[in-house]
């Protein structure tokens, strides 16, 4: 019992410290760190109602009104039992602060269990390995939980166990949007491995691709889970190469670093990795085929990292997780014996030396934790709560409310859930039910051409706008003496489309309305 109970007093107080920084990261930010909380609050307070349900009814011109798939499913049957009352948000940021933190307890039990040294000096540099991983790791998403099972995953990777992993695909399948992740990563150890003369493993490497696409095709939203992986694709794709074209705007999680701003923000990570490469280079034989396989997943995700700023939440990870079984095979082969003789040769300089490489990991925790809060606070509260009284007051249940910006329907699906919407979550979902409405909108939205208020309610069958406060300045035919709000407070407004209260015959588009390369609505 006592061996049982030392074997988890290091997981469970990692577990409790964390709980305390991302409960206390919630607690001041105004709001959580993350708009996208409200969106996935709702859907998991709506889901004992809901179940599988295939239609989302609150996105009127996207591919999901007909053919949604929750791609994030078990993440929000993990959230359901927080997500209770009115007010949904205040549970369900419970049950992320104890996601977050079970991922910093899952790292620390995941490098005991293997063997290497200092647990939780590995478990305190993945805290500073990079800001932005710090931050994202307190976001209400699924990446929370998608990077908890890639944690399991790996260490049945690193055993070959071809049962587990095909069963942690599966379940990765069920619960974040781009699970094909864990086939990547597990496709780069395995080259890694090899590199060391492991010999090329490719039986986990199909043992995760085949979890995930069984997972993909046994979906409870098949076949729109397929669908839903193929939106995905268009995604990246988009931020990949079409970004400059402005086809739709994608998220700022997907927008490329400079060289610069990578290693402001990232350091300790890209040190950890092009140290141990620089390790592994002059001295391949000590790292064991683990190491070296890990090791080059890091580099992977670290490329990623670049190219989309997201891949962090596995960079960062995988990253500290490469040194720590570095630090354990170069114990094995040596490395204790000779770091006892340097302490007893020279106890002065040895004490330093490790105090200044305390220092550094501390300061590195304390500067993302810096990061994290700068970020994470000052969050505005609700943007729509005073617009959803209006809605409940003037419109109809069901109505449509015209969203130019694709990023407000999680809060406007939150406070005003009886009406409905364009698009949410991402635009593209908008620009597979229809392109050219979709590049048209976004055009209104980007300010390439003028707001067409006849165009949008006869496209969209609506009788209001709705955007944040702050974002009408960018919109000159929004001057109140040509369009005057039905709706104003600090931090939103409604425009009426149509009528008496609609816009000024000024604030209309210059003729001639409409070109050959902008047909009319159908």
């Not at 039990?109 to 805290?127: D, H, N, S, Y």
């Not at 229809?434 to 051409?449: F, N, S, T, V």
């Not at 707001?451 to 001057?479: E, H, I, S």
């Amino acid at each position: 019992m006592a061996i049982t109970a030392r074997r988890w007093l290091g997981p469970g107080l990692t577990f409790v410290l964390a709980s305390l920084f991302f409960a206390r990261l919630h607690a001041v930010s105004g709001g959580p760190t993350d708009r996208d909380a409200f969106y996935h609050a709702r859907v998991a307070s709506y889901l004992p109602e809901r179940g599988l349900s295939r239609s989302f009814p609150w996105t009127v011109a996207s591919t999901w009104a007909k053919r949604y798939c929750d791609k994030e499913f078990l993440y929000h049957v993990y959230l359901a039992p927080f997500a209770l009352g009115e007010e949904p948000l205040a549970g369900v940021l419970w049950a992320s602060v104890f996601l977050s933190a079970a991922v910093f307890a899952g790292f620390h039990w995941l490098i005991r269990e293997e063997g290497c040294p200092a647990a939780w000096a590995f478990t305190l540099l993945l805290a500073g390995a990079a800001g932005p991983f710090l931050l994202r790791i307190s976001y209400v998403r699924p990446h929370v939980a998608a990077v908890l099972l890639v944690l399991a995953a790996w260490r049945a990777l690193m055993r070959g166990d071809v049962r587990w992993l095909s069963v942690l695909g599966f379940a990765l399948s069920w619960t974040y949007s781009f699970p094909p992740i864990l086939p990547a990563l597990a496709l780069a150890y395995a080259v890694g491995a090899a590199a060391v003369g492991e010999g090329l493993a490719w039986r986990p490497v199909a043992a995760a691709a085949g979890g995930v696409l069984a997972g993909l095709v046994f979906h409870p939203f098949s076949p729109n889970s397929l669908d839903s992986i193929a939106t995905y694709f268009q995604v990246v794709r988009i931020a990949a190469l079409e970004r400059s074209l402005a086809a739709v705007e994608v998220g700022r999680e997907l927008a490329p670093y400079s060289t610069r701003g990578f290693l402001q923000l990232h350091a300790p990570m890209a040190g950890l990795v092009a140290g141990l490469t620089a390790l592994g280079w002059g001295t391949t034989k000590r790292l064991g085929g683990a190491a070296a396989g890990t090791l080059a997943a890091a580099w992977a995700a670290l490329v990623g990292t670049m190219v989309f700023p997201r891949f962090v939440e596995y960079a960062a990870p995988l990253s500290v997780l490469a040194a720590a079984l570095a630090a354990r095979d170069l114990a094995k082969q040596g490395g204790r014996e000779a770091l006892e003789r340097a302490a007893k040769a020279n106890p002065t300089a040895f004490g330093l030396g490790a105090g200044g490489l305390l220092a550094v990991v501390l300061g590195a925790a304390l500067t993302s934790a810096a990061y994290a809060y700068s970020l994470g606070t000052g969050n505005d509260g609700p943007r729509f709560r005073g617009a959803a009284g209006w809605f409940s007051e003037n419109l109809k249940p069901g109505e449509t409310v015209v969203n130019l910006w694709w990023d407000d329907l999680p809060e406007l699906f939150y406070d005003a859930p009886a009406q409905r919407y364009l698009v949410g979550l991402d635009p593209t979902y908008m620009l597979r039910w229809d392109p050219e409405k979709a590049l048209r909108l976004e055009a209104m939205r980007g300010g390439r051409i003028p707001l067409d208020p006849d165009w949008l309610a006869d496209a969209f069958q609506a009788r209001v706008m709705v955007l944040r406060a702050p974002y009408t300045r960018y919109y000159p035919q929004l001057d109140w003496k040509l369009w005057q709000p039905v709706y104003a407070d600090a931090t939103a407004a409604v425009y009426a489309l149509r009528g008496p209260q609609g816009p000024s015959p000024r604030a209309y588009p210059p003729a001639p309305r409409y070109g050959p390369e902008r047909p009319e609505a159908k």
